[in-house]
Protein backbone atom coordinates (compact mmCIF):
# COMPACT_ATOMS: atom_id res chain seq x y z
CA UNK A 1 0.00 0.00 0.00
CA UNK A 2 1.46 3.68 -1.11
CA UNK A 3 1.87 6.23 1.75
CA UNK A 4 -0.60 8.27 -0.14
CA UNK A 5 -3.15 5.90 0.27
CA UNK A 6 -2.34 4.94 3.57
CA UNK A 7 -2.70 8.49 4.87
CA UNK A 8 -6.00 9.14 3.28
CA UNK A 9 -7.26 5.57 5.13
CA UNK A 10 -6.26 6.65 7.53
CA UNK A 11 -8.12 10.41 7.43
CA UNK A 12 -11.05 8.04 6.60
CA UNK A 13 -11.10 6.18 9.86
CA UNK A 14 -10.42 9.05 11.84
CA UNK A 15 -13.48 10.76 10.65
CA UNK A 16 -15.63 7.41 11.11
CA UNK A 17 -14.30 7.06 14.45
CA UNK A 18 -15.47 10.89 15.34
CA UNK A 19 -18.53 10.66 13.51
CA UNK A 20 -19.11 7.22 15.46
CA UNK A 21 -18.22 9.34 19.01
CA UNK A 22 -20.85 11.98 18.41
CA UNK A 23 -23.26 9.77 17.77
CA UNK A 24 -22.92 7.91 20.90
CA UNK A 25 -22.73 11.02 22.58
CA UNK A 26 -26.06 12.12 21.27
CA UNK A 27 -27.83 9.30 21.59
CA UNK A 28 -26.53 8.56 25.32
CA UNK A 29 -27.43 12.04 26.35
CA UNK A 30 -30.64 11.89 24.56
CA UNK A 31 -31.02 8.58 26.63
CA UNK A 32 -30.24 10.06 30.06
CA UNK A 33 -32.83 12.87 29.26
CA UNK A 34 -36.24 11.99 31.57
CA UNK A 35 -38.77 12.12 28.72
CA UNK A 36 -42.38 13.01 30.26
CA UNK A 37 -43.31 9.93 28.70
CA UNK A 38 -40.64 7.66 29.65
CA UNK A 39 -41.55 4.30 31.12
CA UNK A 40 -40.76 4.62 35.06
CA UNK A 41 -38.99 2.01 35.96
CA UNK A 42 -37.53 1.30 40.00
CA UNK A 43 -36.23 -1.11 42.58
CA UNK A 44 -37.29 -2.12 46.14
CA UNK A 45 -34.10 -3.74 48.38
CA UNK A 46 -33.37 -3.73 52.06
CA UNK A 47 -29.97 -5.38 53.92
CA UNK A 48 -29.98 -8.32 51.49
CA UNK A 49 -28.69 -6.12 49.25
CA UNK A 50 -26.20 -5.44 51.46
CA UNK A 51 -23.70 -2.14 50.90
CA UNK A 52 -25.07 -0.11 48.50
CA UNK A 53 -23.25 2.66 46.31
CA UNK A 54 -26.49 5.18 45.56
CA UNK A 55 -24.86 7.36 42.92
CA UNK A 56 -23.83 4.10 40.88
CA UNK A 57 -27.55 2.88 41.65
CA UNK A 58 -29.25 5.83 40.48
CA UNK A 59 -27.54 6.03 37.33
CA UNK A 60 -28.87 2.86 35.80
CA UNK A 61 -32.19 4.62 34.43
CA UNK A 62 -34.23 4.17 37.00
CA UNK A 63 -36.58 7.10 38.68
CA UNK A 64 -37.50 5.38 42.29
CA UNK A 65 -36.48 3.25 44.95
CA UNK A 66 -38.50 1.28 47.82
CA UNK A 67 -36.15 0.85 50.96
CA UNK A 68 -37.22 -1.67 53.81
CA UNK A 69 -37.31 -0.08 56.72
CA UNK A 70 -39.19 -1.99 59.55
CA UNK A 71 -40.83 -5.54 60.33
CA UNK A 72 -43.24 -6.24 63.01
CA UNK A 73 -43.11 -4.28 66.24
CA UNK A 74 -39.47 -4.02 66.78
CA UNK A 75 -37.39 -5.01 63.93
CA UNK A 76 -35.43 -1.95 62.08
CA UNK A 77 -33.63 -2.95 58.74
CA UNK A 78 -29.92 -2.87 59.59
CA UNK A 79 -29.22 -0.78 56.54
CA UNK A 80 -32.28 1.48 56.50
CA UNK A 81 -30.44 4.49 57.87
CA UNK A 82 -27.53 4.32 56.09
CA UNK A 83 -29.55 3.46 52.37
CA UNK A 84 -31.96 6.30 53.30
CA UNK A 85 -29.41 9.04 54.21
CA UNK A 86 -27.67 8.17 50.77
CA UNK A 87 -30.59 7.76 48.45
CA UNK A 88 -31.89 11.20 49.42
CA UNK A 89 -28.71 12.43 47.97
CA UNK A 90 -29.71 11.12 44.75
CA UNK A 91 -32.29 12.32 41.87
CA UNK A 92 -34.07 9.21 42.61
CA UNK A 93 -37.54 9.61 43.90
CA UNK A 94 -37.72 7.30 47.53
CA UNK A 95 -39.74 5.81 49.71
CA UNK A 96 -39.74 3.43 52.97
CA UNK A 97 -41.69 -0.04 53.19
CA UNK A 98 -42.98 -2.46 56.45
CA UNK A 99 -43.42 -5.69 56.30
CA UNK A 100 -46.65 -6.27 58.34
CA UNK A 101 -46.29 -9.24 61.13
CA UNK A 102 -49.27 -11.22 62.05
CA UNK A 103 -48.31 -11.47 65.75
CA UNK A 104 -48.45 -8.10 66.95
CA UNK A 105 -51.34 -5.01 66.70
CA UNK A 106 -50.85 -2.74 63.74
CA UNK A 107 -50.88 0.18 66.00
CA UNK A 108 -47.56 -1.29 67.72
CA UNK A 109 -45.71 -1.73 64.19
CA UNK A 110 -47.23 1.69 63.08
CA UNK A 111 -44.96 2.69 66.45
CA UNK A 112 -42.06 1.16 65.25
CA UNK A 113 -42.23 2.90 61.28
CA UNK A 114 -42.46 6.51 62.65
CA UNK A 115 -39.87 6.41 64.98
CA UNK A 116 -37.22 4.99 62.03
CA UNK A 117 -38.75 7.25 59.20
CA UNK A 118 -39.00 10.96 58.86
CA UNK A 119 -42.16 12.90 57.80
CA UNK A 120 -41.17 14.31 54.50
CA UNK A 121 -43.08 15.77 51.46
CA UNK A 122 -40.42 14.68 49.00
CA UNK A 123 -40.68 11.13 49.18
CA UNK A 124 -42.87 8.34 48.17
CA UNK A 125 -46.07 7.23 50.73
CA UNK A 126 -44.66 4.93 52.99
CA UNK A 127 -45.76 0.89 52.39
CA UNK A 128 -47.11 -1.25 54.11
CA UNK A 129 -45.52 -5.36 52.75
CA UNK A 130 -48.83 -7.08 52.90
CA UNK A 131 -47.59 -10.99 52.16
CA UNK A 132 -47.94 -14.47 53.84
CA UNK A 133 -44.57 -16.12 55.75
CA UNK A 134 -43.27 -18.78 57.89
CA UNK A 135 -45.85 -20.40 59.91
CA UNK A 136 -49.38 -18.82 57.61
CA UNK A 137 -47.88 -19.16 54.43
CA UNK A 138 -49.83 -22.80 54.98
CA UNK A 139 -52.20 -21.71 57.78
CA UNK A 140 -53.43 -18.61 56.75
CA UNK A 141 -55.28 -16.06 58.86
CA UNK A 142 -59.05 -15.42 58.45
CA UNK A 143 -59.20 -12.19 56.16
CA UNK A 144 -61.05 -10.81 59.47
CA UNK A 145 -58.02 -10.90 61.85
CA UNK A 146 -56.04 -9.96 59.22
CA UNK A 147 -58.11 -6.34 58.55
CA UNK A 148 -57.96 -5.52 61.81
CA UNK A 149 -54.21 -5.54 62.20
CA UNK A 150 -54.07 -3.99 59.21
CA UNK A 151 -56.48 -1.26 59.25
CA UNK A 152 -55.04 -0.14 62.60
CA UNK A 153 -51.79 0.04 61.16
CA UNK A 154 -52.78 1.97 57.58
CA UNK A 155 -54.90 3.86 59.89
CA UNK A 156 -51.69 4.91 61.92
CA UNK A 157 -49.43 6.12 59.16
CA UNK A 158 -52.14 8.37 57.86
CA UNK A 159 -52.43 9.92 60.53
CA UNK A 160 -48.75 10.65 60.86
CA UNK A 161 -47.63 11.26 57.52
CA UNK A 162 -50.88 12.93 56.07
CA UNK A 163 -50.97 10.51 53.11
CA UNK A 164 -52.42 6.95 52.46
CA UNK A 165 -49.87 4.36 52.34
CA UNK A 166 -49.48 2.51 49.64
CA UNK A 167 -50.15 -1.74 50.10
CA UNK A 168 -47.90 -3.97 48.26
CA UNK A 169 -49.18 -7.47 47.70
CA UNK A 170 -49.36 -10.43 45.77
CA UNK A 171 -52.38 -11.23 43.12
CA UNK A 172 -52.87 -14.63 45.89
CA UNK A 173 -52.88 -11.99 48.83
CA UNK A 174 -55.10 -9.61 47.27
CA UNK A 175 -57.96 -11.99 46.62
CA UNK A 176 -57.59 -13.31 50.02
CA UNK A 177 -57.22 -9.77 52.04
CA UNK A 178 -57.97 -7.03 49.56
CA UNK A 179 -60.62 -8.32 47.47
CA UNK A 180 -63.23 -5.03 47.03
CA UNK A 181 -61.98 -3.40 50.10
CA UNK A 182 -59.40 -0.53 50.35
CA UNK A 183 -60.49 0.66 46.92
CA UNK A 184 -58.86 4.51 48.06
CA UNK A 185 -55.44 3.13 48.36
CA UNK A 186 -53.04 2.56 45.76
CA UNK A 187 -52.02 -0.94 45.28
CA UNK A 188 -48.60 -2.03 44.35
CA UNK A 189 -49.12 -5.58 43.23
CA UNK A 190 -46.27 -8.54 42.40
CA UNK A 191 -47.42 -10.02 39.11
CA UNK A 192 -44.12 -12.36 37.93
CA UNK A 193 -46.38 -13.98 35.05
CA UNK A 194 -48.10 -11.45 32.97
CA UNK A 195 -46.41 -8.88 30.41
CA UNK A 196 -48.57 -6.17 32.18
CA UNK A 197 -51.78 -6.72 33.84
CA UNK A 198 -54.49 -4.66 32.91
CA UNK A 199 -56.14 -4.55 35.87
CA UNK A 200 -56.16 -5.98 39.68
CA UNK A 201 -58.40 -9.14 40.53
CA UNK A 202 -61.52 -6.68 41.42
CA UNK A 203 -61.08 -4.58 38.34
CA UNK A 204 -59.47 -1.73 39.61
CA UNK A 205 -56.43 -0.19 38.66
CA UNK A 206 -52.76 -0.65 39.81
CA UNK A 207 -50.12 1.88 41.08
CA UNK A 208 -46.96 0.16 40.90
CA UNK A 209 -46.43 -3.31 39.21
CA UNK A 210 -43.13 -5.62 40.39
CA UNK A 211 -42.44 -7.22 37.12
CA UNK A 212 -39.23 -9.03 38.24
CA UNK A 213 -37.43 -10.85 41.52
CA UNK A 214 -34.42 -11.62 39.73
CA UNK A 215 -33.25 -8.33 38.20
CA UNK A 216 -29.87 -7.73 38.40
CA UNK A 217 -27.96 -3.85 38.33
CA UNK A 218 -24.68 -2.67 39.43
CA UNK A 219 -24.14 -0.68 42.83
CA UNK A 220 -25.03 -3.39 45.39
CA UNK A 221 -22.45 -6.45 47.19
CA UNK A 222 -24.74 -7.97 49.55
CA UNK A 223 -25.41 -11.85 49.67
CA UNK A 224 -28.45 -11.15 47.44
CA UNK A 225 -27.09 -11.62 43.89
CA UNK A 226 -30.70 -10.12 42.38
CA UNK A 227 -32.69 -7.06 43.10
CA UNK A 228 -36.77 -6.94 42.95
CA UNK A 229 -37.94 -4.66 39.71
CA UNK A 230 -40.76 -2.36 39.39
CA UNK A 231 -42.65 -0.17 36.90
CA UNK A 232 -45.07 2.84 37.59
CA UNK A 233 -48.17 2.09 35.82
CA UNK A 234 -48.29 6.04 34.03
CA UNK A 235 -45.48 8.19 32.27
CA UNK A 236 -43.05 10.26 34.25
CA UNK A 237 -44.96 13.33 34.36
CA UNK A 238 -48.04 11.59 35.70
CA UNK A 239 -45.69 10.53 38.56
CA UNK A 240 -44.07 13.37 39.27
CA UNK A 241 -48.03 15.01 39.60
CA UNK A 242 -49.23 11.97 41.28
CA UNK A 243 -46.85 12.11 44.04
CA UNK A 244 -45.16 15.23 44.30
Same mark, same amino acid.
Given at each position: ???KKAISLGVGIGVLFIIVLIIYGVTHTFNQT???DHLVKGVDLSAYQGDIDWELLADQNIDFAFIKATEGNDYVDTKFKTNWEASQKTALKVGAYHFLNYDTTGKAQAQNFIANVPVS??????VVDLELYGIYEDNALPKEQVKVILDEFLKELENHYGVKPIIYTTQRIFKMYIGTDYKDYQIWIVDLDNAWPETLPN *???FTFWQYSHRGMMDG?? *?????IDMNLYNGTYAEFIEEFF
Open positions: MSVKREDQNLPP *GETYD *GDETF
